[in-house]
């Protein structure tokens, strides 16, 4: 407890690889002349959460972009981390090893916000948090119902 009131903090993580196999560049491809990643940085901020904002890349161009916005990348991603086969818990345990290294940052909860979501907002975000604080649950994830088996998308 701080002057009486409790702080939880948070570590929004947003992980934005160079590569893709798909789409070249994705997390920089225009949707609606919007950078990918510009949906979830913005979701990020407008939703206020207590704690810090963290883009984990390997590329430089995408930092430098997420830098324009005030957020924090203060680390490339090592390649080995950002292969079609990386799995997002490492990437999740880089960037909380590193905050715990450089900042002594541990937090209380990590949010995972893909890049690969533009249409979530910042309401989603909120509610997410606030559901998880409520229910003192150990973990959250949304998902969104679909019109059409996966299978035939």
């Known amino acids: ?60 161009k995408i930092r430098d972009f997420a830098l324009s916005f005030p957020i924090e990348a203060p680390f490339l991603r090592p390649a080995e981390l950002a292969q079609d086969d990386s799995d997002s818990l490492s ?17 209380e909860f990590l949010v995972l916000l893909q890049p690969t979501c533009p249409l979530r907002n910042s309401e989603t975000v909120i509610d997410a948090y606030k559901s998880i604080i409520a229910t003192k649950a150990k973990t959250l994830m949304t998902v969104n119902p679909v019109k059409e088996h996966p299978c035939k998308l």
């Open 1 to 60: 407890m701080k002057n009486g009131r409790e702080k939880i903090d948070c570590l929004i993580l947003i992980p934005a690889r160079g590569g893709s196999k798909g789409i070249s560049e994705k997390n920089m491809a225009l949707l609606g002349g919007k950078p990918l990643v510009e949906f979830t940085i913005e979701a990020a901020i407008n939703a206020k959460l207590p704690g810090r904002i963290c883009l984990s890349t390997d590329d430089q």
């Open 91 to 107: 990437v999740i345990n880089h960037a909380l090893d590193w905050y715990d290294g450089n900042y002594c940052f541990s937090p």
